[in-house]
């Protein structure tokens, strides 16, 4: 049967959303991969219902890639590592970057109001003249989800026929920008943390006011291009993955699952719409947090960590952390996580940047909470075993910590 409503509503609220906090780890990160382990625990989140997952870990310059069950259940083509993925809101994470390189050349300021930028969605006053939010939400504020503005993504995708509706309709970014700036208040500016894609969308928009180009433009030059991540890119409103990827799944009822594999992704936009692989995300986050793409000043913005409301999670400027309580001593990891239209991806790395896990996987919602708790603790026992080098203990603080933040929604 369908998810019930409340459930449904709560899953879509965490659209685009993967959580992650800063300390200095508390004991060294494993120097070596144990593959068997890792091929059993992949093996074992198959057999708890994920159609195919694919992951690559790095420990210093040795690197292991494994994959395990089906890319195309109807084909049975089997999942590979090589495969091109949509990886939802890691997009933010290059969002932040690029607003910080702009930080550091004085083109953006973090505490300036978003008026200052964009009057016409957030303006400083109201009709009558009395303050309004655009002097009080800053950039700052939308980089690190203390803005207080409404999440757009749970008005958008309310339900399977608006989902499907979107699925192939381009939406400008500033439709979508005002359904959140529209929306109830969460809380003031700066009084609180809630999870919102509004506030990238409207980062995405300031990039495109400061340098006059589209944000995915600048995302291409500043980093894409700088990297050599060739298999990287922004879909925009092309519905198909270009070149070789895994089909995306979601079981939302009785009728078992359906593929939604192509997808116009403008309603995600600068809030969730990349597409990667494994290997050009471990890149990427190495690059960040060994201090490639962030002059040193930018580089604290970013890792000035605001509390989440939950234990052992905090998120910074568009990066997020997690810890993860490792047999040998429970360590920070740093990166962010993705859930999408029938895709899921976990990017997590010491702060070193010298262990790096991400995983990936072509299912993201089940017919049941039953199914769905199996499978992501499942997942969670994948993430773990890769960080750690151990088997993942079954009460575990640190896995309960990563299955907590499972993105679990349609669109997350």
């Known amino acids: 049967m369908p998810l019930p409503t409340a459930r449904l509503a709560a899953v879509l609220a ?3 959303a993967a ?4 300390a200095a780890p508390a004991a060294a990160t494993p120097s070596t991969i144990d593959r068997k382990l890792v091929r059993s625990l992949l093996k074992a989140e198959v057999g ?3 159609p195919g997952v694919f992951t690559e870990i790095r420990a210093g310059e040795e690197r292991a890639r494994m994959a395990h069950g089906l890319a195309d259940v109807e084909s049975e083509r089997p999942m590979a590592t090589h495969l091109r993925h949509r990886v939802g809101s ?7 970057v690029t607003v910080l390189q702009l930080v550091a050349e004085g083109r953006v300021a973090l505490d300036a109001p978003v008026a200052t930028y964009l009057p016409e969605l957030l303006p400083a006053t109201k009709p009558d003249g009395s303050p309004d939010r655009g002097a009080q939400i800053t950039v700052r504020m939308l980089l690190q989800h203390t803005s207080g503005l409404s999440n757009y993504t749970e008005v958008l995708t309310a339900d399977l026929a608006a989902i499907d509706w979107a699925r192939h309709t381009t939406i400008p970014p500033r439709v979508l920008a005002s359904i959140g700036v529209n929306g109830a208040q969460v809380f003031a500016p700066g009084k609180g943390w809630s999870y919102s894609n509004t506030n990238y969308l409207l980062a995405g928009l300031v990039v495109e ?4 180009q589209p944000y995915g433009a600048a995302v291409q030059s500043r980093i894409l291009t700088p990297l050599k991540l060739a298999d990287t890119y922004l879909p925009g409103s092309a519905e198909r993955i270009r070149g070789a990827h895994d089909r995306a799944y979601i079981a939302y009822d009785a009728a078992g699952r359906r593929d939604y594999t192509d997808f116009n992704m403008s309603w995600a936009w600068a809030a969730g719409e990349l597409v990667s692989t494994t290997a050009d995300l471990n890149v990427f986050f190495r690059a960040l947090l060994t201090g490639g793409l962030l002059a040193p000043a930018q580089q604290a913005e970013m890792l000035g960590m605001a509390e989440t409301g939950t234990p052992g999670q905090r998120y910074g400027l568009g990066l997020a952390a ?8 429970a360590q920070w990891f740093y990166g962010h996580g993705g859930a999408v239209i029938g895709h899921l991806t976990e990017s997590l790395h010491s ?5 790096q896990v991400t995983s990936a996987d072509n299912q993201n919602i089940w017919a049941s ?3 769905t708790d199996r499978v992501l603790a499942a997942r969670a026992r994948v993430v773990f075993g890769a960080l750690c080098n151990a088997a993942p203990p079954a009460d575990s603080a640190g896995l309960r910590s990563l299955r907590h933040r499972q993105p679990a929604g349609l669109l997350g």
Request: glycine share 16%; with cysteine; charged share 15%.
């Open 14 to 16: 965490l659209a685009l």
């Open 19 to 22: 959580p992650l906090g800063v």
């Open 48 to 50: 708890a219902g994920m």
């Open 90 to 96: 890691i997009t933010k994470t290059f969002v932040a």
């Open 209 to 212: 006011k400061v340098t006059g």
């Open 322 to 329: 997690v810890q993860v309580g490792c047999p040998a001593g």
């Open 351 to 355: 702060a070193d940047g010298a262990r």
């Open 369 to 371: 909470e039953a199914e």
